[in-house]
């Protein structure tokens, strides 16, 4: 019994269950378990960063009447946007939803061909990639590739992630003899 106690106060991470003479089990529990949170793995936290990128082709591309309130929703109030379409640097919370309330009701928006490269950096993650953007204009269908920058930071209260900073631009034409990347190629 003397063992169970002290293994007990030694704060253990684990349950653990040890058997005193055979025959009365003893379950230990944690009580830092209670008090210190475990810190996600890393393949995790790649997760949260991708759902939440996840989170914003889906509202964005919504074309509901809150469409464009959802997707600013996602950005820090000190979010800094570079968008895809826009000519100017969006850097607080009301510029970032008046982009969206005009990007986030084109007719027809769509977003395909994504393809992320998440790094993450304690509280800190980015995902820089590739990704399509259609939407129907009077002349047709207009399609941009593009690639991306989202920078997200973690929510000290929520534990959320939120865009802190946001690139997006059209691919420019790359110059004769300039090799291919091969980790993360662009959509065809």
């Known amino acids: 019994m003397l063992l169970a106690k002290s293994l007990a106060t030694q704060s253990l991470r684990l349950h653990a269950s040890i058997t005193v003479k055979k025959a009365f089990p003893v379950h230990l529990l944690s009580t830092v378990r209670e008090t210190i949170p475990l810190r996600p793995s890393h393949k995790q936290v790649v997760a949260e960063v991708a759902a939440t990128t996840e989170k914003w082709l889906e509202t964005v591309t919504g074309q509901k009447p809150t469409s464009p309130a959802e997707t600013a929703a996602l950005y820090a109030k000190d979010g800094v946007l570079w968008a895809t379409v826009s000519t100017e640097l969006r850097v607080n919370p009301k510029e970032i939803r008046d982009y969206f309330d005009v990007f986030a009701r084109l007719p027809n928006l769509k977003v395909s061909d994504y393809k992320p490269y998440i790094r993450v950096y304690g509280d800190i993650a980015l995902n820089d990639g590739y990704y399509t953007v259609t939407f129907d204009t009077p002349e047709g269908k207009k399609v941009t590739k593009a690639r991306y920058v989202f920078v997200y930071k973690r929510d000290e209260a929520s534990g959320a992630w939120e865009?802190?900073?946001?690139?997006?631009?059209?691919?420019?034409?790359?110059?004769?003899?300039?090799?291919k990347a091969t980790t993360v190629a662009p959509p065809s």
Do not use: E, N, Q, T
Not at 163 to 179: E, F, R
């Open 163 to 179: 865009i802190i900073d946001h690139h997006s631009s059209a691919m420019p034409v790359a110059p004769a003899g300039l090799k």
